[in-house]
């Protein structure tokens, strides 16, 4: 496998589907019916080529793996260049696992414009796919921004009422911060003569030129995570996206943010990622504990998921900025979990919402009585959610929790509130929707999950138990890389110390 381009077929394969779909004609309801066929198989395809990537991959290095060069711009020093270690592995692995799975949570629930609503989502999976695995700041950077314009559309066109200024708004604040950052690359090739990541990571920029080029980072990547006070684009868009669309935001997009600092903040801005440390921290506490409060006040069900999810990705910046191995491994771990989580808990409002057209906690109540398989899953991903042993959500939140204890104590104890304001708002959304008696009239024709339903979350129910039984399937491929994170890390800092004294 060293000399084929695996990463190449899994970025752009489902490239070639969305163009075959459009390649589709005849009647209507033929031209959705083949256009949902096409990109199931081109999804699932994708998800089971990129496995191999993982049934390949040499745990004991931190390398970059399956690497692919080409020269793209040479005059330039800019080249097409491909690769994956254990801090991108599983972000790619999870883009191809939930992109069939949307596909098939749209199967019935999206009826006008099918053909063009299914080659926006292979779209964007080569988006989010050539993200993860670029090695080049442009071919990033091209990717990075790439995901913008189908997710733009999917909010735009398939959303709810107020789905154009969602739509907008989602735009203008990711694109704001791209912008800044794209200047500090412009900055970084300037000072570097390369846009290459690799060496970038290795090249020392000056401590006072990393503090505007960490800042600029920052302005993008705090709007993906999304970190607070840049987090109010992200209810919006939950709620007026279409289900599948939700799943994608959630469980790959918002993962962008933590990506990034991993791979670029940590790294290559060393002395800048230490000074502002103390305002991750603060912003990070904020968003968990401000918008758990938030989540528990919230009468829409896909609003207090979504606060959720700011709250869940405050562990996540925590964790990467303590710089320890517990507390970067559990910030992927997190991610990872919280992909899968929060992906599972949309779909479980899509399947209520596909019934009933509502995502009013006050329209339901009772549904245990009508629909005890979805109580169970339901019960299932909101544990999850609330890190109970024995699911995934809880091993991401624990190493977080050790990482930061050993950094600051004061720290490590007002982001685990999070952990218990987390058990308040779910535990309360459950027994609003599934507990009770089963009053409301208009419940009491309601169905269980039917068999597609039921496939669209057997993965995930695995997945989510898999994660929090056997952890080592995960942390393994990543403790290499996290290794040399963390070696790299200490060491531009010892040089920097050691320059500073010797200049005294």
Not at 389 to 418: D, H, M, R, S, Y
Not at 421 to 426: C, K, Q, S, V
Not at 433 to 453: N, Y
């Amino acid at each position: 496998m060293a000399h084929f381009p695996l990463l190449s077929l899994v970025t752009f394969l489902p490239l070639v589907g969305a163009g075959f779909i459009l390649t589709i004609r005849g009647e209507p309801d033929v031209v959705a019916r083949n256009a949902r066929r096409v990109a199931m198989w081109t999804s699932l395809v994708t998800f089971v080529l990129s496995l191999f990537i993982w049934f390949n991959f040499d745990n004991s290095t931190a390398a970059f793996q399956f690497q692919e060069r080409a020269d793209w711009m040479p005059a330039f020093n800019i080249s097409y260049r491909l690769g994956v270690d254990g801090i991108s592995l599983f972000f790619v692995l999870l883009t191809t696992l939930l992109t069939p799975v949307c596909v098939l949570a749209s199967w019935e629930s999206i009826t006008e414009r099918v053909k063009e609503y299914m080659v926006a989502f292979l779209v964007m999976e080569t988006m989010m796919v050539g993200m993860f695995c670029a090695l080049d700041l442009v071919v990033f950077y091209v990717f990075f921004e790439g995901v913008l314009i189908p997710m733009f559309l999917i909010i735009g066109v398939w959303g709810g009422p107020r789905r154009v200024y969602s739509a907008f708004k989602f735009f203008l604040y990711t694109l704001a911060g791209s912008v800044l950052m794209l200047v500090a690359m412009l900055v970084m090739y300037l000072y570097a003569g390369t846009t290459d990541i690799p060496t970038l990571m290795s090249y020392r920029f000056p401590p006072e030129v990393q503090i505007w080029l960490w800042l600029a980072f920052f302005a993008s990547f705090a709007v993906k995570v999304p970190m607070w006070p840049v987090h109010t684009w992200l209810p919006d868009a939950h709620v007026e996206a279409p289900t599948a669309g939700s799943v994608i935001l959630a469980g790959v997009l918002l993962k962008f943010g933590g990506y990034g600092f991993l791979r670029f903040s940590l790294p290559m801005f060393p002395d800048a990622s230490v000074t502002f440390t103390p305002l991750i921290y603060t912003l990070s506490i904020v968003a968990v504990i401000y918008t758990s409060l938030v989540a528990l006040a919230q009468e829409d069900m896909k609003k207090l998921i979504a606060y959720s999810s700011v709250a869940h990705m405050g562990f996540v910046t925590v964790g990467a900025f303590t710089v320890t191995v517990q507390g970067i491994e559990g910030a992927i771990y997190q991610m990872l979990s919280h992909g899968i989580v929060s992906a599972a808990l949309f779909l479980i409002v899509g399947v209520v919402y596909d019934r009933m057209h509502s995502r009013d906690i006050e329209t339901y109540g009772g549904l245990v009585h009508r629909m005890p398989g979805y109580a169970l899953v339901f019960m299932l991903f909101m544990l999850a959610s609330v890190g109970l042993p024995g699911t995934g959500g809880f091993i991401g939140e624990f190493l977080v929790l050790v990482g930061v204890f050993q950094v600051n104590t004061w720290v490590a104890a007002l982001t685990a509130t999070g952990v218990v304001l987390g058990a308040a708002y779910m535990l309360y959304l459950y027994r609003r929707v599934i507990f009770g008696k089963l009053t409301k009239a208009h419940l009491q024709r309601i169905t269980d999950m039917s068999p597609r339903e039921v496939a669209v979350f057997a993965p995930l129910v695995i997945l989510v138990l898999w994660m929090g039984i056997y952890p080592p399937s995960f942390l393994d491929p990543m403790h290499a890389s996290v290794e040399n994170l963390i070696q790299q890390f200490e060491l531009a800092r010892a040089v920097t110390e050691g320059v500073a004294l010797a200049g005294r």
